[in-house]
Structure formats: structure tokens, C-alpha cells
């Protein structure tokens, strides 16, 4: 509860100062702000144009429809879906059903976990990879899999992942011009 | 002659597109055009990627695991019919393993390129539907899959006439037909593979399912984890409308139907039909007591009739070939054929189709090839986790509805799991529990609380300090929540528990009287040792360790003290050489 009023104080406070440009989302708006049922979607296209949800917007988004921030909020927050914190430029999704689990998902978490110094759910400090557990991926035969900004990698192994992860890392927009710090 | 690429998502995964772009390279180079056609997954995932040649006269040649290097080989045999040396061509037994199956959900996925409607059409596709609006009654469609003796392929089994009967009898209008692909079970891509595969039969069987209801509207409700299932599905609709088999006064009959698309956003809850309603709707997904019925009130109050991706599949081939031939497969209560997601420690992972009625030993022996490694097979979870994990001395049980009702778990939307002897059950009931306590949508007590207590018990028992009464205690939660839940996901939580305490109380015991994991699988219950012979004194694990329980000199072998060891695995992930050894 106290989650949720910290959230509205915060909306009523920065309602004026909209920090994100609306022209995209404004394109939205109009084609789904009157059709009811439609916050589903709306947060759906938000999150496509800004990677995540930012508190303004879904200020912005509740003043347009009309619709009050705590069920907003709490549609936001109940799916899996929704983000409400921007995520590293490769978002890492890292399947953990039952097939992944039973073909050592575990000890591959464990693997980026320690290469990445992060945790489950956390962005590393340069930004660059945000690591996401996810339910299942739907390539069971190809376990353990994972998934980066929409590319699978199958089978994966420790060694795998973490030479993965290396050339990503070499590869980052973040890391031009930076010494390899691996 | 044209080439035919696996295009699902297990077969872009297994670098499909990479093959797909060498191809055109290689054609382009050759400067000899060939028609490349796409197509969804045919159910060999672990043969993946996987690349087609199809002769003049129709023979089809298949190769297997295809590389970007095999390409000019493969090429060699479509065009000048030389021998290939690298490239694998599909061997006999995984042939006879596709023998062995019947295909009416199926028939079409991994055959016909889902993004062209014309090879639907050329293959009796819409012909049911037509059919259906020129020759039948509504209540003749409802006969017909009555007499099928079609059930619910989404997991509960129940006899789709019925569903479809207490729809068609509402009163009240508008009516709403919806495509239930919410696939949540972390296991299980039947429904995806369709989608991918043969998105016609799917938008058909709604089609149809829609005159039987009075319905002129339908909606597919796709996890928005598949995003090629929604991209195939757009083009399929898009096709549709323009051929005129969507839209107003569709074959000249008067009878108007379209379908669109929402795209889930992540919770296992939704398949559930009340929750997938209020998800529809925009809110949080919680489910709702019932009656009333979807039928009665459902989609903003009007009677809705939800089936899954799979059963309107069936719907076609159904009504086209009559529901007695539907019938004539399969057994007594449970006719037809069934999809299975066979995946875990399995040889040939992937989707098959059976007939009802076949023994889990042909399904995961003669079919599945067995168990990986030649390690000895210990249990196959069924349905997810609202299912139960399924023992050797049960092998030979039929796969229908009654029968694996009886074992504890359910026959579920279609995963198989496959578990060899290296699988710890009691961290597999963890496992489950883990998720549905994360999925449970904190409606009901019972299933908000209860999952969470059962899930601490249970990660008590797999980290060593389970205490005697442990096992009592989760069989009463288990009870309670069973009770106290006003959904299926609270329902059925506690059956993952409940069947591996059933056929594997031992281990349980093992974890709490001896502190041993007999799958030699939780961490907190192995001793970690180094192997003399292959540790090379690199000091990677000693670096890592975070209790110093590491020690030796540099290019010697490394010991660990256990009274140090706080059994974190860190030195088993970080050794290269497979110098640390867990029992």
C-alpha cells in the first residue's frame, strides 16, 4: 500500500513535468483511448516506445483515458510483461521451464550471474545487460535456451554463455572506444 | 523442384535463418533461381534446422541439422542429383518415428508455408467451413462434433459439442468466439507450433465454432512471448479478408465473421477462462466464481464460447471428414488424436500427435527414442504444473483422459517432460511450486499463502534442513489449498507435490533424515571434491570461492577444505576443466 500512495504522491507531483516526448504515444492514444478495454495494449505500445514504463507516462496515459493510476498500476504490475525500470541495452531472458530447469538452467543463471555481477531482475552499472528469468520460451527441444534482444541461443552450456556474453559485451554501443575490460 | 526451410521458432532458434540466407547466396552465385518456400515446424525440434528438397514428381528429400557449409552440397543434389558427403540426410529410425504418428492437428504445420494462403486453399482449406455454411445447421455442426466425441484440448477435457451447445442456446447478442493461446505451461509449445505452422486451420475452426454459436466476431488471445505465431496469424488474417473468407456475407451466405488479434502480457492465470475474459477487457487477470458461465455472461457480459488453439485445429478436418472418422481413433472416452511436446532428457525432443490411447512407454520409447545417454528413466511429468510426475512402474498406462487422471497427474494442454535418473523429484515439486506461487493472482488466500508456505517447506527440504514432519505438513497444505481455491491454478498447485510425495516419498525422506539428495542434484546436500587427475592448478575456483575453502599452489592440484565449504557450486561453474566433482 505504501508502494502505491508513494506512486500517486509521486504522480500528482510530476504530472506537470512531463519529461518523456508524447508524439508516438499520442498516435496510440487516439486510435485506443475510447475503446474500452484497451490498457493492455496502450502499456503494450508505451513499453515498445520507451523500452520500459516511466512514471510520467503512465500519468500522461491516465489523464488521456481517464482511467486512475492504482489500476493502471495494477495492471502494470501484474503481468510479466511490464517493466516500470528501463532495462540494459541487451536484455538477457533466460528461460527457466521445466525442460530449461531439467537440462541445468540453474547452474547457466549461476554462469551469468557471476560473469555479470548482477542478479535476476538487475541491470548491470554500465548498463548494458539487464538479466530477465523468464517462465518458458517455447523451445523445450532446444533447452537450456536463452533469449537476447530477440535472438535464441539454444543449448546453451556455462562456457557458452559466458563466451556470449564477452562478444556482446565487445560489441556494446556503450563499450565503443573503451578498453575490453573482461 | 523447390527447397522447403523449417521455419518455426525452435528452427529459427537452431539458425534456420542462417541456412535460409546462404541458400540465396548460393543460388545467387550459381545464378540458378529456385523456388524457396518456408514452412512452420513439422515436430522434429531436435533435428533442427531442417531443409527440404522437393523434386519435379513430388519426392521430397530431407536433410537434417543443416549448416551454413552444407548448403552447396545440398544444392548439388537438388540440381544435379550428386550424392551429398556432410550433409545428413533423415535416417530411417527418426522416418519411422513420424510414421508412427497421426496427424489431424498437424497435418498441415511443417508442410504448407503458413504466410500463403493459396496452399492452404489447394489443400481443402476453408472447404469445412463452406461446407458447413452452405449444407449444415448450426445445430448439424454441433452433431458432428458431438459425435466426434472431441474434448478440450487445453487441458480440462471437456467435450467441446457441450461448450458450444450451451452458447448456440443464449439468448442474448452479441456473441464472442474466442481462441484461447494463452500457453503458459513452461514446458509445452503445441500451441505455439500451430499458430506458427498452420495459422488457417486455426482462424477456420473459429470460423466455424462461430456459425455453430451465432458468433460474427472472434478473438485469438496470443501470449505476446510468441511474437511469430502473431506476425503469422496477422498475414493469415490479412489473406483472409482479402480472399473474402473474412469480412461481410462470406461464400454469398449472409453470414458475416472476423477475428482479431490481442496480444497477452505474461500471466499463466489467463488460461484460465474468467481471467482470460477480464485480460480481454483490459484489468488484471483474476479469475471469478462461477456460474455464470462464460457461456451465459462472459466477454463484457455477453455469451462467449473459449476453446483452445489445439481443439479448433481439430475443427476442420472434423467437419470435412465427419466426426465419426474423428472417432474412430483414440478410445472409448477419449477419441481422436492428441499433441505432446515431448522434451527433458528425451533422444528425439519435439511435437508429435497420437492417437489416444497409445502407452507412455511407445510414446517416449518407440516414438521419442528413448533416454539421452542411455541413463535410465525415472518419471515424465504430465500437464504441467497443474499435473503430476508420472513413475516407471506406470509405463504402461494409455495416454487418455481417465488414465492419467488416475496417476495423479492430468493429460494438461500436452507437455511431456522426460526426467532420467540425475533428476531430483522433491526439487522438481519446488520447482512447480515456485512457479505457481509467483503465477498465483493472490485472489484467494489458500492459494496466495498456501503455495508460498509450501514452496518455503520445500525449498527447506532440497537445501538440508527439513524437519521431521515436513511431509505431513505439505500434504495437509496441499488438502487446504486444493480446497480453498476458487480457480483451477490453486486447484491442481498442489499436484506436482502430491504425486511425487505418492511415488517418490523415499527421496523426500532421504533429504530430511539423511541429508542426501539421491539424484545427487541439491547443492546443499553434495560434497564438493577435486578430481586429481584432470585439476591443473589454474586457481579459478580458489579465486571464486567465497568462504577461501580453496587452497593449493599454483599449477598444483587444489584441495577443498569441507568444514570451510558452504556447498555455494560456485567452483563447479567456474572450473573449464571438469575438475570438480558433486555427490
Given at each position: 500500500?505504501?508502494?502505491?500512495?508513494?506512486?500517486?504522491?509521486?504522480?500528482?507531483?510530476?504530472?506537470?513535468?512531463?519529461?518523456?516526448?508524447?508524439?508516438?504515444?499520442?498516435?496510440?492514444?487516439?486510435?485506443?483511448?475510447?475503446?474500452?478495454?484497451?490498457?493492455?495494449?496502450?502499456?503494450?505500445?508505451?513499453?515498445?516506445?520507451?523500452?520500459?514504463?516511466?512514471?510520467?507516462?503512465?500519468?500522461?496515459?491516465?489523464?488521456?483515458?481517464?482511467?486512475?493510476?492504482?489500476?493502471?498500476?495494477?495492471?502494470?504490475?501484474?503481468?510479466?510483461?511490464?517493466?516500470?525500470?528501463?532495462?540494459?541495452?541487451?536484455?538477457?531472458l533466460l528461460c527457466k521451464g521445466t525442460a530449461c530447469h531439467v537440462n541445468g538452467a540453474n547452474e547457466i543463471e549461476q554462469t551469468i550471474c557471476d560473469e555479470l555481477n548482477i542478479q535476476n531482475g538487475e541491470t548491470t552499472e554500465d548498463?548494458?545487460?539487464?538479466?530477465?528469468?523468464?517462465?518458458?520460451?517455447?523451445?523445450?527441444?532446444?533447452?537450456?535456451?536463452?533469449?537476447?534482444?530477440?535472438?535464441?541461443?539454444?543449448?546453451?552450456?556455462?562456457?557458452?554463455?559466458?563466451?556470449?556474453?564477452?562478444?556482446?559485451?565487445?560489441?556494446?554501443?556503450?563499450?565503443?572506444?573503451?578498453?575490453?575490460?573482461? | 523442384?523447390?527447397?522447403?526451410?523449417?521455419?518455426?521458432?525452435?528452427?529459427?532458434?537452431?539458425?534456420?535463418?542462417?541456412?535460409?540466407?546462404?541458400?540465396?547466396?548460393?543460388?545467387?552465385?550459381?545464378?540458378?533461381?529456385?523456388?524457396?518456400?518456408?514452412?512452420?515446424?513439422?515436430?522434429?525440434?531436435?533435428?533442427?534446422?531442417?531443409?527440404?528438397?522437393?523434386?519435379?514428381?513430388?519426392?521430397?528429400?530431407?536433410?537434417?541439422?543443416?549448416?551454413?557449409?552444407?548448403?552447396?552440397?545440398?544444392?548439388?543434389?537438388?540440381?544435379?542429383?550428386?550424392?551429398?558427403?556432410?550433409?545428413?540426410?533423415?535416417?530411417?529410425?527418426?522416418?519411422?518415428?513420424l510414421d508412427k504418428q497421426v496427424r489431424i492437428a498437424l497435418r498441415n504445420a511443417g508442410v504448407l508455408n503458413p504466410e500463403k494462403i493459396e496452399d492452404y486453399l489447394a489443400n481443402d482449406g476453408y472447404k469445412a467451413i463452406q461446407k458447413?455454411?452452405?449444407?449444415?445447421?448450426?445445430?448439424?455442426?454441433?452433431?458432428?462434433?458431438?459425435?466426434?466425441?472431441?474434448?478440450?484440448?487445453?487441458?480440462?477435457?471437456?467435450?467441446?459439442?457441450?461448450?458450444?451447445?450451451?452458447?448456440?442456446?443464449?439468448?442474448?447478442?452479441?456473441?464472442?468466439?474466442?481462441?484461447?493461446?494463452?500457453?503458459?505451461?513452461?514446458?509445452?509449445?503445441?500451441?505455439?507450433?500451430?499458430?506458427?505452422?498452420?495459422?488457417?486451420?486455426?482462424?477456420?475452426?473459429?470460423?466455424?465454432?462461430?456459425?455453430?454459436?451465432?458468433?460474427?466476431?472472434?478473438?485469438?488471445?496470443?501470449?505476446?512471448?510468441?511474437?511469430?505465431?502473431?506476425?503469422?496469424?496477422?498475414?493469415?488474417?490479412?489473406?483472409?479478408?482479402?480472399?473474402?473468407?473474412?469480412?461481410?456475407?462470406?461464400?454469398?451466405?449472409?453470414?458475416?465473421?472476423?477475428?482479431?488479434?490481442?496480444?497477452?502480457?505474461?500471466?499463466?492465470?489467463?488460461?484460465?477462462?474468467?481471467?482470460?475474459?477480464?485480460?480481454?477487457?483490459?484489468?488484471?487477470?483474476?479469475?471469478?466464481?462461477?456460474?455464470?458461465?462464460?457461456?451465459?455472461?462472459?466477454?463484457?457480459?455477453?455469451?462467449?464460447?473459449?476453446?483452445?488453439?489445439?481443439?479448433?485445429?481439430?475443427?476442420?478436418?472434423?467437419?470435412?471428414?465427419?466426426?465419426?472418422?474423428?472417432?474412430?481413433?483414440?478410445?472409448?472416452?477419449?477419441?481422436?488424436?492428441?499433441?505432446?511436446?515431448?522434451?527433458?532428457?528425451?533422444?528425439?525432443?519435439?511435437?508429435?500427435?497420437?492417437?489416444?490411447?497409445?502407452?507412455?512407454?511407445?510414446?517416449?520409447?518407440?516414438?521419442?527414442?528413448?533416454?539421452?545417454?542411455?541413463?535410465?528413466?525415472?518419471?515424465?511429468?504430465?500437464?504441467?504444473?497443474?499435473?503430476?510426475?508420472?513413475?516407471?512402474?506406470?509405463?504402461?498406462?494409455?495416454?487418455?483422459?481417465?488414465?492419467?487422471?488416475?496417476?495423479?497427474?492430468?493429460?494438461?494442454?500436452?507437455?511431456?517432460?522426460?526426467?532420467?535418473?540425475?533428476?531430483?523429484?522433491?526439487?522438481?515439486?519446488?520447482?512447480?511450486?515456485?512457479?505457481?506461487?509467483?503465477?498465483?493472482?493472490?485472489?484467494?488466500?489458500?492459494?496466495?499463502?498456501?503455495?508460498?508456505?509450501?514452496?518455503?517447506?520445500?525449498?527447506?527440504?532440497?537445501?538440508?534442513?527439513?524437519?521431521?514432519?515436513?511431509?505431513?505438513?505439505?500434504?495437509?497444505?496441499?488438502?487446504?489449498?486444493?480446497?480453498?481455491?476458487?480457480?483451477?491454478?490453486?486447484?491442481?498447485?498442489?499436484?506436482?507435490?502430491?504425486?511425487?510425495?505418492?511415488?517418490?516419498?523415499?527421496?523426500?525422506?532421504?533429504?530430511?533424515?539423511?541429508?542426501?539428495?539421491?539424484?545427487?542434484?541439491?547443492?546443499?546436500?553434495?560434497?564438493?571434491?577435486?578430481?586429481?587427475?584432470?585439476?591443473?592448478?589454474?586457481?579459478?575456483?580458489?579465486?571464486?570461492?567465497?568462504?577461501?575453502?580453496?587452497?593449493?599452489?599454483?599449477?598444483?592440484?587444489?584441495?577443498?577444505?569441507?568444514?570451510?565449504?558452504?556447498?555455494?557450486?560456485?567452483?563447479?561453474?567456474?572450473?573449464?576443466?571438469?575438475?570438480?566433482?558433486?555427490?
Amino acid at each position: 500500500m505504501s508502494e502505491l500512495n508513494q506512486f500517486n504522491n509521486m504522480c500528482k507531483k510530476s504530472s506537470d513535468e512531463l519529461t518523456h516526448d508524447t508524439s508516438q504515444l499520442d498516435e496510440v492514444l487516439k486510435v485506443y483511448k475510447n475503446k474500452p478495454g484497451s490498457m493492455i495494449t496502450i502499456l503494450q505500445k508505451a513499453q515498445d516506445i520507451y523500452g520500459y514504463l516511466p512514471k510520467d507516462i503512465i500519468c500522461y496515459i491516465s489523464q488521456e483515458t481517464l482511467i486512475k493510476t492504482p489500476i493502471i498500476y495494477g495492471v502494470a504490475t501484474f503481468y510479466t510483461q511490464f517493466r516500470l525500470q528501463p532495462v540494459g541495452e541487451y536484455l538477457i531472458l533466460l528461460c527457466k521451464g521445466t525442460a530449461c530447469h531439467v537440462n541445468g538452467a540453474n547452474e547457466i543463471e549461476q554462469t551469468i550471474c557471476d560473469e555479470l555481477n548482477i542478479q535476476n531482475g538487475e541491470t548491470t552499472e554500465d548498463g548494458i545487460f539487464t538479466l530477465n528469468n523468464v517462465a518458458c520460451l517455447g523451445c523445450c527441444s532446444l533447452s537450456p535456451v536463452m533469449m537476447i534482444n530477440g535472438e535464441t541461443y539454444a543449448k546453451m552450456t556455462p562456457k557458452k554463455a559466458r563466451s556470449i556474453l564477452r562478444d556482446l559485451r565487445k560489441k556494446s554501443k556503450l563499450n565503443a572506444g573503451k578498453e575490453d575490460q573482461v | 523442384m523447390k527447397i522447403i526451410i523449417g521455419q518455426g521458432s525452435c528452427g529459427i532458434a537452431a539458425g534456420a535463418d542462417k541456412v535460409t540466407v546462404a541458400i540465396q547466396k548460393e543460388l545467387e552465385s550459381r545464378n540458378h533461381p529456385l523456388e524457396i518456400e518456408l514452412a512452420g515446424c513439422c515436430g522434429t525440434c531436435y533435428l533442427e534446422p531442417i531443409v527440404d528438397v522437393v523434386s519435379d514428381n513430388g519426392q521430397k528429400t530431407t536433410f537434417v541439422s543443416v549448416k551454413p557449409e552444407h548448403i552447396a552440397e545440398i544444392l548439388d543434389f537438388a540440381i544435379h542429383q550428386k550424392q551429398p558427403k556432410d550433409a545428413v540426410i533423415m535416417g530411417d529410425n527418426d522416418q519411422a518415428s513420424l510414421d508412427k504418428q497421426v496427424r489431424i492437428a498437424l497435418r498441415n504445420a511443417g508442410v504448407l508455408n503458413p504466410e500463403k494462403i493459396e496452399d492452404y486453399l489447394a489443400n481443402d482449406g476453408y472447404k469445412a467451413i463452406q461446407k458447413c455454411l452452405q449444407e449444415m445447421t448450426p445445430q448439424d455442426v454441433i452433431e458432428d462434433v458431438k459425435i466426434s466425441g472431441l474434448r478440450g484440448r487445453g487441458g480440462a477435457g471437456f467435450p467441446t459439442w457441450f461448450k458450444w451447445q450451451a452458447a448456440n442456446q443464449q439468448k442474448a447478442t452479441p456473441k464472442y468466439i474466442v481462441c484461447n493461446g494463452d500457453e503458459g505451461d513452461p514446458g509445452a509449445f503445441m500451441d505455439r507450433s500451430i499458430l506458427e505452422g498452420d495459422p488457417h486451420s486455426v482462424i477456420e475452426g473459429m470460423m466455424i465454432g462461430g456459425y455453430a454459436i451465432g458468433a460474427n466476431e472472434g478473438i485469438i488471445y496470443v501470449r505476446a512471448e510468441y511474437p511469430l505465431a502473431i506476425k503469422r496469424l496477422e498475414i493469415a488474417l490479412k489473406q483472409a479478408r482479402e480472399k473474402g473468407i473474412l469480412g461481410k456475407n462470406i461464400f454469398g451466405t449472409g453470414f458475416d465473421f472476423d477475428i482479431w488479434i490481442k496480444a497477452g502480457a505474461g500471466a499463466f492465470v489467463c488460461g484460465e477462462e474468467t481471467a482470460l475474459i477480464a485480460s480481454l477487457e483490459g484489468q488484471r487477470g483474476m479469475p471469478r466464481l462461477k456460474p455464470p458461465f462464460p457461456a451465459q455472461k462472459g466477454y463484457w457480459g455477453k455469451p462467449t464460447n473459449i476453446n483452445n488453439v489445439e481443439t479448433f485445429a481439430n475443427i476442420p478436418w472434423i467437419l470435412l471428414s465427419g466426426g465419426s472418422a474423428f472417432a474412430a481413433l483414440g478410445t472409448e472416452k477419449s477419441k481422436g488424436t492428441k499433441v505432446f511436446a515431448l522434451a527433458g532428457k528425451i533422444q528425439r525432443g519435439g511435437l508429435i500427435e497420437i492417437p489416444m490411447g497409445l502407452t507412455l512407454r511407445e510414446v517416449i520409447y518407440d516414438i521419442g527414442g528413448g533416454i539421452q545417454d542411455n541413463k535410465a528413466f525415472k518419471a515424465v511429468q504430465m500437464g504441467g504444473p497443474s499435473g503430476g510426475c508420472i513413475p516407471a512402474s506406470l509405463l504402461d498406462t494409455p495416454i487418455d483422459y481417465e488414465s492419467i487422471t488416475a496417476t495423479g497427474a492430468i493429460m494438461g494442454s500436452g507437455g511431456m517432460i522426460v526426467m532420467d535418473e540425475t533428476t531430483c523429484m522433491v526439487d522438481m515439486a519446488r520447482f512447480f511450486l515456485d512457479f505457481t506461487c509467483k503465477e498465483s493472482c493472490g485472489k484467494c488466500v489458500q492459494c496466495r499463502v498456501g503455495t508460498k508456505r509450501m514452496l518455503e517447506i520445500l525449498e527447506r527440504i532440497t537445501n538440508g534442513e527439513g524437519k521431521d514432519g515436513d511431509i505431513e505438513l505439505l500434504e495437509d497444505l496441499c488438502q487446504k489449498v486444493k480446497d480453498g481455491s476458487l480457480c483451477a491454478l490453486g486447484g491442481t498447485a498442489p499436484n506436482p507435490v502430491l504425486t511425487t510425495l505418492q511415488y517418490f516419498r523415499d527421496e523426500y525422506e532421504a533429504h530430511i533424515y539423511e541429508h542426501r539428495c539421491p539424484a545427487h542434484n541439491c547443492k546443499k546436500l553434495l560434497t564438493y571434491t577435486i578430481k586429481e587427475d584432470l585439476c591443473v592448478g589454474c586457481g579459478a575456483c580458489a579465486k571464486k570461492c567465497p568462504s577461501d575453502a580453496i587452497s593449493g599452489e599454483p599449477k598444483k592440484v587444489h584441495s577443498i577444505h569441507q568444514e570451510l565449504c558452504i556447498k555455494c557450486g560456485t567452483c563447479k561453474t567456474v572450473c573449464t576443466f571438469n575438475a570438480i566433482e558433486a555427490l
